[in-house]
């Protein structure tokens, strides 16, 4: 068992090891990286998971995990500002691997499946590749999170509340007739083993009475017992005060009510689904408590029995969960979450007959990822799952027949709870492989099997108690190698994995409230815990169903065949998952028609400045779907980069088929207005001014909009290309009545000053002053304009004036130092020519203006010498080779001492 456990978790790391230095992809850039809570967990609280919006806001999605978002914080804080993704992924790796653990051990511990079963279960869960979303990808720790916290809650209620006990003896004897003389033939090999015990199998022992009995063994013969029974003893000894002595009192009940109720809080700020926590734990325990079910009427009596047995842990439970399920949707404010049809078509579709159906093929799409995870995709929103449109579909023939077999093995288990392992099924733990006249068997070790052939009495009395008591509270201490499970073990497996199927899966399957996918494997994980518990009641029918010498070994080559094609394709997936180039190609190639799909390839592709790739996938995106989301936007941002790249005539060809795309499609005028813009900006970077103008002119009489800020754009491209009458053309469309008017009236005061205009110039300038007396540039002009004109004074007041906003103004600063050698003030002078120096090592006016200072003979301040040495040895360390200032360094050294020596004599 040991050694099972170790395989179990070294599996589970080892198939997702390929995803270890995996980048940040698909959710994890903007839940993650561009996340602004992560990195100071400012607004941890009053944010959505995504960072983006307050969880009141009308545009949030509601999702409000802030546990996750802390321990991506950590990740954050630990790994170097979020440089380094391997922190993160060790993490999720993990938390994998404990909950593999989790459901290897539980499955046997609490659930009471035999060892076997346990791990073929741990082992299927720990490779499954379905779970390769919620491991590979980091965002999916959410899921991680919430189940292992679920896990601990459903292993603190079952092992600190005893099961009800449900059934009457009348009702547990009432075995179907067809049992009858497996039953009779079972008790009449057990005769001569025990013939002073007398079992009654039909009905059901109670706990005291078999440790009476048990403790009912006189003082030799409990010394004749050996070492394994006694061990037995004390353990019976203590589940009895457990489950005996502490029930009236509650204790433990209400411990456990306050362990699951904290928990479940704890799963909820994990994620949403974490809601499930405390249904799970009364379902498991119903289920662990049921007997048999032979009819609807029997069946209601022993709910309503457990109801009234478990009246007050149930009534706390479910009010806190009701608290907690109120408080959840108050957080939300008084919005809905935002989604749209892209993300899933189906929760949006008008027809309510179209929903339903598509709803429920999409529940048989997700269970069928369990059983056969091909192909395996990040999204399958749009067009990725055809809607069920009509009610001939022959997908809903599927969907029957998912229901149908649900159905028929859930009628089946509960009609089969209470069978007791006979001979012809060799039971757990049962006295049909006991050592007999027609069987003789040796006794290995009293330890491994406990009823085969007890030498003594005492042990052969306590070896029949050991068993009615493992059928009366459903444990096998030790279950021995060759041994089959009962079908009252099947039955109840199946049971409690069903439940772990279908309950985590109801609240993300989008039946009572829409979601924001169509289809997620990461929703799987915890549903995927009953799928796995299946797995292993599906090899015992087999054995029943073909009772030959080859079914067992060939059903364990079947599930080592199954073991490693899962493996294989984890670790491919998980590889997949390590870059957004592996995870788009991998997605293109599953739906080749997924306009997402070829988005994510594109915006990579753009990010490798790749742009004939990105624009071929991005325009196959716009030919699916020729909407804002998926395609119009990622494509203008292509567009916006080519231009970027001075491409013009490439950006202006998708700004065109963007428009017309736009304008056919109905998009809205807002986004009409900016493709019409940035197509004449395109339009004007390559010399066709009237064109551009004419769009721009004709798109404002079309759709109403302001193009100040596009033509804004336009003029100061035109102004940087010098090409500067069609740059006022283009600002004599910009109304100064416009927010731009400030703006306008700056660029063209420059405009003119290039051309010669002064007066235009200083009128424009004042125009300007007038919506914005802080530009820097605006009082720099006015002082060029003015030394231009003869006037020294002005010009110094306007220089000083944009100094005093904007230091970085070299341009300013070298006419001012010149006015001051006009004045003689060298020292001042002197600190403004070092100080352009300084800004612009490559000003070579700067180097020549300090040197005409040193040679003039005057002498310079102390400090100001110091101060032209430092810029000196600043512009130096951008530009070191540079031999002008390395002379000019040597001129200022030898001035130094020069003047220095002076001084002393």
Same mark, same amino acid.
């Given at each position: 068992w040991g050694a099972g456990l170790l395989c179990v978790g070294t599996l589970s790391v080892v198939v997702h090891l390929t995803s270890l230095y995996g980048e940040f992809v698909f959710d994890d850039v903007a839940a993650i990286r561009d996340n602004p809570v992560v990195p100071t967990l400012k607004g941890l609280w009053t944010k959505d998971f995504w960072g983006e919006h307050d969880m009141v806001s009308s545009e949030s999605h509601k999702s409000f995990r802030p546990l996750t978002t802390w321990t991506f914080h950590l990740n954050w804080v630990w790994g170097n500002g979020?440089? %380094?993704?391997? #922190?993160?992924?060790?993490?999720?790796?993990?938390?994998?691997?404990?909950?593999?653990? #989790?459901?290897?051990?539980?499955? *046997?511990?609490?659930?009471?499946? @035999? &060892?076997?079963? /346990?791990?073929?279960?741990?082992?299927?869960?720990? =490779?499954?590749? $379905?779970?390769?979303?919620? =491991?590979?990808?980091? $965002?999916?720790?959410? %899921?991680?999170?919430?189940?292992?916290?679920?896990?601990?809650?459903?292993?603190?209620?079952?092992?600190?509340?005893?099961?009800? +006990?449900?059934?009457? @003896?009348?009702?547990?004897?009432?075995?179907?007739?067809?049992?009858?003389?497996?039953?009779?033939?079972?008790? %009449?090999?057990?005769?001569?083993?025990?013939q002073h015990q007398q079992p009654q199998q039909g009905k059901a022992l109670r706990l005291e009475e078999a440790l009476a009995q048990l403790q009912g063994l006189d003082l030799e013969e409990r010394d004749n017992t050996d070492a394994a029974d006694?061990?037995?003893?004390?353990?019976?000894?203590?589940?009895?005060?457990?489950?005996?002595?502490?029930?009236?009192?509650?204790?433990?009940?209400?411990?456990?009510?306050?362990? $699951?109720?904290?928990?479940?809080?704890?799963?909820?700020?994990?994620? %949403?689904?974490? !809601?499930?926590?405390?249904?799970?734990?009364?379902?498991?325990?119903?289920? *662990?408590?049921?007997?048999?079910? *032979?009819? $609807?009427?029997?069946?209601?009596?022993?709910?309503?029995?457990?109801?009234?047995?478990? *009246?007050?842990? =149930? #009534?706390?439970?479910?009010?806190?969960? /009701?608290?907690?399920?109120?408080?959840? !949707?108050?957080?939300?404010?008084?919005?809905?979450?935002?989604?749209?049809?892209?993300?899933?078509p189906t929760g949006f579709h008008p027809d309510w007959q179209v929903r339903w159906m598509s709803l429920h093929f999409h529940v048989l799409r997700s269970f069928w990822l369990l059983v056969f995870p091909h192909p395996l995709v990040c999204d399958y929103s749009v067009a990725s799952v055809p809607l069920v449109e009509h009610w001939a579909d022959w997908r809903l023939l599927a969907v029957a027949a998912m229901y149908a077999t649900t159905f028929y093995l859930l009628y089946w288990a509960l009609r089969h709870l209470d069978l007791q392992p006979t001979g012809s099924e060799g039971g757990v733990g049962s006295a049909s492989e006991a050592a007999s006249p027609g069987n003789p068997q040796p006794r290995a070790s009293p330890a491994k099997d406990r009823v085969k052939g007890p030498s003594t009495a005492a042990s052969k009395r306590a070896g029949g108690m050991e068993w009615r008591l493992r059928t009366l509270l459903w444990v096998e201490e030790k279950d021995t190698a060759g041994q089959e499970a009962s079908a009252a073990v099947a039955a109840r497996t199946t049971v409690l994995g069903f439940i772990l199927l279908v309950l985590p899966y109801l609240p993300a399957s989008g039946l009572a409230q829409v979601v924001g996918f169509t289809i997620a494997e990461r929703v799987l994980y915890l549903p995927?815990?009953?799928?796995?518990?299946?797995?292993?009641?599906?090899?015992?029918?087999?054995?029943?169903?073909?009772?030959?010498?080859?079914?067992? @070994?060939?059903?364990?080559?079947?599930?080592? =065949?199954?073991?490693?094609?899962?493996?294989?394709?984890?670790?491919?997936? &998980?590889?997949?998952?390590?870059?957004?180039?592996?995870?788009?190609? /991998?997605?293109?190639?599953?739906?080749?028609?997924?306009?997402?799909?070829?988005?994510?390839? #594109?915006?990579?592709?753009?990010?490798?400045?790749?742009?004939?790739?990105? +624009?071929?996938?991005?325009?196959?995106?716009?030919?699916?779907? @020729?909407?804002?989301?998926?395609?119009?936007?990622?494509? /203008?941002?292509?567009?916006?980069?080519?231009?970027?790249?001075?491409?013009?005539?490439?950006? &202006?060809?998708?700004?065109a088929d963007l428009l017309e795309a736009a304008q056919r499609s109905g998009s809205n005028n807002n986004f009409v207005a900016f493709l019409s813009g940035n197509l004449g900006l395109t339009m004007a970077a390559q010399g066709q001014i009237e064109e551009s103008v004419e769009l721009v002119q004709n798109a404002y009489h079309t759709v109403g909009q302001n193009f100040g800020e596009n033509l804004m754009s336009m003029a100061v491209m035109l102004f940087d290309k010098q090409k500067y009458h069609e740059a006022l053309q283009v600002l004599e469309l910009c109304n100064l009545t416009d927010r731009h008017a400030g703006e306008s009236a700056l660029l063209r005061g420059r405009v003119y000053f290039e051309l010669g205009d002064h007066e235009a110039t200083v009128h424009n300038i004042l125009q300007h002053l007038l919506y914005d007396n802080q530009k820097p540039l605006a009082f720099a002009l006015l002082g060029h304009v003015a030394i231009q004109r003869g006037r020294t004074e002005e010009a110094e007041r306007a220089y000083k004036r944009a100094l005093q906003l904007d230091p970085r103004q070299h341009r300013a600063r070298n006419n001012l130092a010149a006015i001051l050698v006009q004045r003689n003030e060298w020292n001042t002078a002197l600190s403004h020519f070092a100080a352009v120096l300084g800004l612009d090592p490559s000003n070579a006016p700067a180097v020549t203006n300090i040197r005409k200072s040193l040679a003039s003979g005057m002498r310079f301040d102390e400090m100001t010498l110091l101060e032209t040495r430092a810029y000196i040895l600043m512009a130096q360390q951008v530009r070191p080779t540079d031999p002008n200032l390395t002379e000019l360094l040597q001129e200022l050294d030898n001035f130094t001492r020069q003047q220095m020596t002076l001084r002393l004599h």
């Open positions: 979020g440089k %380094e993704t391997v #922190g993160f992924h060790v993490v999720n790796l993990g938390l994998h691997a404990l909950i593999s653990l #989790g459901v290897c051990w539980g499955s *046997r511990s609490l659930l009471h499946m @035999p &060892s076997d079963w /346990s791990l073929a279960a741990g082992l299927l869960f720990a =490779v499954h590749p $379905v779970h390769t979303e919620a =491991v590979a990808n980091i $965002v999916g720790r959410a %899921e991680l999170l919430y189940t292992g916290v679920v896990f601990v809650a459903i292993g603190l209620f079952l092992w600190l509340v005893p099961p009800c +006990e449900l059934a009457a @003896p009348s009702d547990l004897a009432a075995l179907p007739a067809e049992h009858k003389e497996q039953q009779e033939k079972h008790q %009449e090999q057990q005769q001569p083993q025990h006694q061990q037995l003893l004390g353990r019976l000894r203590r589940t009895q005060r457990r489950q005996i002595g502490c029930a009236p009192c509650l204790l433990w009940p209400l411990l456990a009510g306050i362990a $699951v109720q904290l928990l479940a809080l704890v799963s909820l700020l994990c994620k %949403e689904q974490g !809601i499930v926590c405390i249904p799970l734990c009364l379902a498991l325990d119903g289920a *662990r408590s049921l007997r048999g079910v *032979r009819s $609807v009427g029997g069946g209601w009596r022993q709910v309503t029995r457990f109801l009234w047995l478990r *009246r007050w842990l =149930v #009534g706390s439970l479910v009010s806190g969960w /009701s608290l907690m399920a109120w408080w959840r !949707i108050r957080l939300n404010g008084d919005t809905p979450p935002h989604f749209d049809a892209l993300s899933n995927s815990v009953g799928f796995c518990l299946l797995c292993p009641v599906l090899g015992w029918a087999l054995r029943r169903c073909f009772p030959t010498a080859c079914t067992r @070994p060939r059903t364990l080559a079947a599930f080592v =065949v199954v073991l490693a094609l899962f493996s294989v394709k984890s670790v491919v997936r &998980s590889q997949d998952w390590s870059t957004f180039d592996r995870l788009a190609l /991998s997605t293109i190639q599953a739906y080749p028609d997924c306009p997402k799909a070829q988005v994510l390839y #594109g915006y990579n592709q753009i990010g490798a400045k790749n742009y004939t790739n990105a +624009e071929k996938a991005l325009r196959k995106a716009l030919g699916t779907y @020729p909407h804002l989301a998926y395609g119009q936007g990622p494509l /203008s941002f292509l567009a916006q980069k080519v231009f970027n790249e001075s491409d013009f005539k490439t950006a &202006s060809k998708i700004y």
